[in-house]
Nanobody, 123 residues
Framework: QVHLVESGGGLVQAGGSLRLSCEAS????????MGWYRQAPGNEREMIAE???????NYADSVKGRFTISRDNAKNTVYLQMNSLKPEDTALYHC?????????????????WGQGTQVFVSS
């Protein structure tokens, strides 16, 4: 399977910034899109940012103008620069990778998830 390793979470005061990173590793796959989701206790998982291989970016309204997603396709790594953080941003952040297992003739779609990295924003 695709192995996603996340880093960059932590504790930050409101108004501060954090940069999350997630690297996908493994063989036999092609990634078409990578993104970030978050979930707070009692809440449903929310898509906050996604980026395709072609560079198309999608953001949740709650983070537009504050968060920026970027990718290094050669490294299969996705980043999330989070600025002007608010207490409402406190959540467990997961990265995702959408792609296909490619054996040459057989292509099987998949979605993989990282374990998550916790972000705490204090007031």
């Amino acid at each position: 399977q695709v192995h996603l390793v996340e880093s960059g979470g932590g504790l930050v005061q409101a108004g501060g910034s954090l940069r999350l990173s997630c690297e996908a590793s493994g063989t036999g796959f092609n990634i078409n899109a990578m993104g970030w989701y978050r979930q707070a206790p009692g809440n449903e998982r929310e898509m906050i940012a996604e980026m395709t291989n072609g560079g198309t970016k999608n953001y949740a309204d709650s983070v537009k103008g504050r968060f920026t997603i970027s990718r290094d396709n050669a490294k299969n790594t996705v980043y999330l620069q989070m600025n002007s953080l608010k207490p409402e941003d406190t959540a467990l952040y997961h990265c995702s990778a959408d792609g296909v297992w490619d054996s040459g003739l057989i292509r099987t779609p998949f979605r993989s998830w990282g374990q998550g990295t916790q972000v705490f924003v204090s007031s």
